[in-house]
Structure formats: C-alpha cells, structure tokens
C-alpha cells in the first residue's frame, strides 16, 4: 500500500516535455489549470472582440448607407422621368387614371424597396450600396425596356386561332 502512495506522488511521466519538469503532480495541476484558464479568458477575451467588431461594422453600414441613400434617392428622380415618360406614351391620351395608378404603385414599391434595402444593409445582409442603389438597378432596367419599347415597338404576332374560335371570319 505504501508504495501505491508514493507513486501518485511522483512527477506524472508526460510526454508534454514542460510537464516534466514541475517537481509534483500538484504543481503539474497548477500548471495545467493555470494554462486551462488562460485559454477560456483568451477564448472569452476573442468573443468579445468579435462582438465589437461586429458592432463597429454595423455602424460603418449604417453610416455607408447614409451616405448612398443621400444620392440614390435623387437621382430616382432621374429614372422616374425616365420610366414616366414612356408610361404616359403608352397609356395613350385619355387615360391619366391608369396612368396615374401605375406611377402610384412604381412610387410605392419603390420607397419599400429602398426602405427594405436599407433595412438589410443595416443589418449586414447585403452591401449599403446594394441597399440603396438596388432597387435603382431595377428600375433603370425597366426604363431601359420602356424607352426600348418605345423606339423599337413591338410587335405582337396574330394570336386569332383560325377556324370556329375566331371572332373574325
């Protein structure tokens, strides 16, 4: 029995080199304790960092969508002209209503678009310049198209079916 004690009293045969040279077990135990707790205050001390970094890149978006949003928003002016002018053409006279509907619902989808944009790019889930000039993009290519049907009309082919369908005979 006696020599069962001395035996947990010797230093612990680590293949860790380090260890091995702590006289006891006990200081052994110190040792690995102490590097345990460094590592969890390291491990901690890492969270919080990311925490900040995460916080302080937040506040770069924000300040970065601000500072797109003081563009973007007037030049929708621009595109607005751009996407009004070919709907009142193709609405033909008479029709202001219709006209006036689209251009509503174009000018509600687009602060919603702007308002969501900026929403998720304050949020990190999209680029502040996606954010703001997204919904741009958008309507630049619908003025595109518009502008395209304009100049180059299109031209739909005969859709009557032929035979007892047709109106016409």
Request: aromatic share 10%; proline share 7%; charged share 15%.
């Amino acid at each position: 029995g006696g020599s069962e004690a001395a035996d947990t009293l010797a230093p612990y045969p680590s293949q860790i080199r380090e260890l091995r040279g702590f006289p006891t077990p006990v200081a052994q135990n110190q040792a690995l304790n102490r590097v345990v707790s460094n590592l969890e205050q390291y491990r901690m001390d890492l969270d919080n960092h990311r925490i900040t970094q995460r916080q302080n890149l937040s506040k770069i978006a924000a300040y970065a969508v601000e500072i797109h949003k003081k563009s973007s928003i007037p030049f929708a002016c621009v595109l607005f002209a751009l996407i009004g002018a070919p709907i009142g053409l193709l609405t033909r006279k008479g029709n202001i209503g219709l006209a006036a509907v689209i251009s509503s619902a174009l000018l509600t989808l687009y602060f919603v678009g702007v308002i969501q944009g900026e929403k998720l790019a304050d949020r990190l889930f999209i680029s502040p310049w996606w954010g703001m000039w997204g919904v741009n993009v958008l309507y630049g290519a619908v003025a595109a198209v518009l502008l395209w049907m304009l100049w180059r009309p299109i031209r739909f082919p005969d859709l009557r079916l032929p035979g007892r369908f047709s109106r016409n005979p």
